[in-house]
């Protein structure tokens, strides 16, 4: 017995760490082919920008150095290529994504992607949007009385005939979709899953130029040290693009906001990482653009994270509504985005000692 | 480049597959190695009641036929000899853990771990007796507003010099200690918990240990879109000289239905059956827990809110004055086996058994 025991745990832990071998090669090489394709995207349409062979020697020994693994140069080939220059202390998306996230959010790390959790998790109150949520079959309120079918509809469309349905586990926009009343069945929507239900939020007038049929967003990024406050690590403003009234990756333009005060850059940048100056489809010029409420939206989401210190670091989706409020759409905690924010704005994470966290995980 | 990617996911889904069952061969073994120790004990204290040759072949039958294994024997033939008959339906431990709770559970497995997070997952308000939480060294109170490390002291001694602390992932009594005002340093405890106030229970269960607080477990099962209901249940009692109850050194009396019948034996920890209190001599056979429905129905209502989770176990207190309260809830594994051994099959007609074919 004892003996079969000793096997069992080897084999446990051999099988552990094979797995876990296969799965960080596997994901560096997802990453990296990803980077190559935004490196070139970036050079092709800036040929002066792609670093001497020089500076590729610094980045490889760089990675390999400093960060422990080769495989962490193509991130920063793009930061530098986008920056025009390289500079140490930017994270590679592979790295913060297999060894900096485990470690600064911890095994609570996966309940983040629960959106019809996110009110209660935040304490946020009436902050989020949201209505109803269904949960297993059954309809609940935001104070979690259960909802009998014939009450669903009506509880959903308080507040107009239009609402957001979100699946938990969306992201980006997918699993993201617009219900109307009368045309759509709510109780009978298939695919569906798990879903909570929002309020439609009109954007601020300003973003309206842009683009009037889509809500507009920013993402703010908090950081919280132990035991420290929470503060501002970087964000953009999403403005939408004709063709959806969902907000997803492929219809926008991220603009960068450069500071805490809210100071934008004069560019904004597409999905593929294409450099623009104006907004594809309206021709505007994004110089100049502002987000009304900023401030104010950064110090909310300050706030809520101070009373929420589970997680390090919380990307936050704001929608600056038309009636001078604005609203957390909803949170990320299980991998808040930070390349734009490092090629934009970066190095945005160089004083935390993330470049050392590699060296727990030998 | 395209041939490394299918070697690398070609690899990457035989390494988990070889985890994934290198994981189920251990997780069975321990399983099955308490699970004898324990069938040992019950067949030593009543030799009457060791099954027959036929019968231990009947549940290995049963075992792998019905529920795929025969790993799944052990805890089996621990309910076959505590009960005196082998009943169909009956969920073993292992069975439970591995197969059961990641399809019924979800992603809402691990979140009963969190006891900072517990108030605002399962909006329970004032049901639950927290005062304060400490995260990653940040002070947060009740209403998700940070505390200043000035005001945490006020907060936590408001009513009483004494309050409770329990870790993020105690469990059974462990990471559980008392603090109290001017004697511990609250600011020196690691690790993040939850600080709760004092409690005292009701005079019908300090009879039979007065010393510490004894907790009522009541599990509670919601199947897609119905209501929440009950399946099963158990009291924990201490012993006296601590005044924390540890389930290490405790006796468990089953919960035989949902009107809050005790059966007429206790277990101790080594599942000794026992039929009083071996300090008090207090006997609880018959018996019914006082107001046995109003604890249900806030476990039920609890549960109808949190529809997440499939199973819960909620620890319940009852106060001195007579009121219920929540101790705590737990998603990540709900001990079934007493209440399975005593009271059950609880867990038929959900379709459980046939979970392992998926």
């Not at chain 1, 990756?249 to 603009?255: C, D, F, P």
């Not at chain 2, 019948?261 to 056979?285: M, Q, S, Y």
Request: charged share 25%.
């Amino acid at each position: 017995m004892r003996g079969a025991t000793r096997i069992s745990n080897l084999a446990y832990d051999l099988a552990q760490w094979t797995d876990r071998k296969v799965e960080a090669y596997r994901y560096d090489d997802i990453q990296g082919r990803r980077a190559n394709k935004i490196y070139e995207t970036i050079c092709a349409q800036h040929p002066h920008r792609r670093p001497s062979s020089e500076v590729q020697r610094t980045i490889d020994s760089y990675a390999r150095e400093i960060l422990g693994s080769p495989r962490f140069a193509p991130w920063l080939k793009v930061f530098t290529a986008w920056a025009g220059e390289f500079k140490e202390g930017w994270i590679p998306d592979n790295y913060y994504g297999r060894v900096v996230l485990p470690v600064i959010q911890g095994p609570i790390r996966p309940i983040a992607s629960l959106k019809t959790l996110a009110r209660r998790l935040l304490d946020a109150g009436d902050l989020l949007p949201d209505l109803a949520y269904r949960i297993r079959g059954q309809w609940i309120d935001v104070e979690g009385r259960p909802l009998g079918p014939s009450e669903v509809e009506e509880v959903v469309f308080q507040s107009g005939p239009r609402v957001v349905v979100k699946s938990d586990a969306s992201n980006q926009g997918k699993g993201v979709r617009v219900v109307e009343r009368g045309r759509d069945d709510l109780l009978s929507m298939d695919g569906l899953g798990d879903c909570s239900v929002q309020r439609m939020i009109r954007q601020h007038e300003s973003f309206d130029r842009f683009n009037a049929g889509s809500l507009s967003t920013i993402r703010i990024n908090t950081l919280k040290s132990v035991g420290q406050p929470a503060g501002w690590r970087g964000g953009n403003l999403r403005l939408g693009r004709p063709g959806s009234e969902i907000i997803s990756a492929s219809s926008y333009v991220k603009v960068p906001i450069m500071d805490e005060r809210g100071t934008m850059a004069d560019y904004g940048m597409l999905e593929d990482w294409t450099r623009v100056s104006e907004h594809p489809e309206s021709g505007l010029a994004l110089e100049g653009v502002q987000v009304p409420l900023f401030e104010a939206a950064l110090e909310t989401c300050c706030r809520l994270h101070d009373g929420f210190p589970h997680f390090t670091l919380i990307g936050w989706d704001v929608g600056i509504a038309n009636d001078g409020r604005f609203y957390i759409l909803e949170w990320n905690g299980v991998h808040p985005g930070i390349h734009a924010i490092e090629a934009a704005s970066g190095p945005a994470f160089s004083d935390l000692g993330w470049e050392d966290l590699w060296k727990q995980l030998t | 480049m395209r041939g490394a990617t299918r070697i690398s996911k070609l690899a990457y889904t035989v390494s988990q597959w070889v985890d994934r069952r290198v994981e189920d061969y251990r997780y069975d073994d321990i399983h099955q190695r308490t699970a004898e120790r324990v069938y040992e004990v019950i067949c030593a204290q009543h030799p009457g009641r060791r099954p027959a040759e036929s019968v231990l072949r009947r549940i290995d039958a049963y075992a792998r036929d019905v529920l795929g294994s025969p790993t799944f024997s052990g805890w089996l033939r621990v309910y076959t000899a505590w009960d005196g008959e082998f009943q169909e339906g009956w969920i073993p431990d292992n069975y439970f853990g591995r197969v059961v709770l990641p399809a019924i559970q979800g992603p809402a497995l691990p979140l009963g771990m969190y006891k900072t997070l517990s108030r605002r997952l399962t909006l329970s308000g004032d049901l639950l007796p927290d005062l304060a939480y400490r995260i990653r060294g940040q002070w947060v109170g009740i209403d998700g507003q940070a505390l200043a490390p000035s005001e945490v002291e006020d907060v936590v001694f408001e009513h009483e010099p004494r309050a409770v602390v329990k870790l993020d992932d105690s469990n059974q009594g462990k990471g559980v200690q008392l603090i109290e005002r001017g004697q511990d340093d609250l600011f020196a405890l690691a690790g993040d918990f939850v600080v709760q106030r004092m409690m005292y229970q009701h005079e019908w269960l300090a009879r039979f240990n007065p010393d510490n607080m004894t907790t009522i477990r009541i599990t509670t099962v919601k199947p897609p879109g119905l209501p929440a209901e009950w399946r099963g249940g158990m009291i924990k009692l201490g012993f006296s000289g601590s005044e924390i109850l540890r389930s290490a050194d405790s006796i468990r009396l089953a919960i035989m239905d949902a009107e809050g019948l005790l059966g007429e034996f206790g277990a101790l920890h080594d599942w000794t059956r026992i039929t009083k209190h071996p300090e008090t001599g207090v006997a609880w056979g018959g018996q019914k827990i006082p107001d046995f429905e109003r604890a249900l129905d806030l476990c039920t209502r609890l549960h109808d809110g949190f529809p997440h989770a499939t199973v819960i176990g909620w620890d319940v207190a009852m106060e001195r004055s007579g009121d219920f309260s929540l101790l705590e809830w737990n998603t990540l594994h709900p001990g079934i086996v007493y209440s399975e051994a005593n009271a059950g099959p609880l867990f038929r007609g959900l379709g459980w058994e046939d979970l392992w074919k998926e």
